[in-house]
């Protein structure tokens, strides 16, 4: 895989195909990983939160209904997208070493009108870095 030349691109493919298949459950898209932390390689994959206003999420189903959409937008380039989905709850409360890094690291590339949240003890994804 090549470094990605135009992430904007990528960005806005990710976000139109997770409004298509979520509508109103979609919360937020955060951008984590190395794109994220600006050490990404020509190996590296494109990571990509999806926060869903769902009490409970599966991330198996999620991804069961994210990679066939992902598949077919980026078969055809060198691009290497990864997707995981989680509840605004989970990401906002679990002490997991994976949820504190997003939370630390991560970008926000989108996010649905009116669905700001704020946490007052992290930074960036919630609006205060």
Known sequence: ????????????DVI???RDLYGDRLNKIILYGSYARGDFHDESDIDYLVVLNDT???AFREVATIAPALYKAFSDSEIDV???????QQLMTSTL?????VR???IC???????????????GIFGDR
């Open 1 to 12: 895989m090549a470094i990605v030349a135009d992430l904007n691109a990528v960005h806005s």
């Open 16 to 18: 139109r195909i997770m």
């Open 56 to 58: 409970n999420v599966s």
């Open 82 to 88: 990864s997707v995981f989905a989680v509840s605004k």
């Open 97 to 101: 070493f994976f949820y504190r890094q």
């Open 104 to 106: 630390k690291d991560g």
């Open 109 to 123: 590339i989108y996010e649905r009108p009116c669905a700001h949240f704020c946490h007052p003890d992290v930074g």
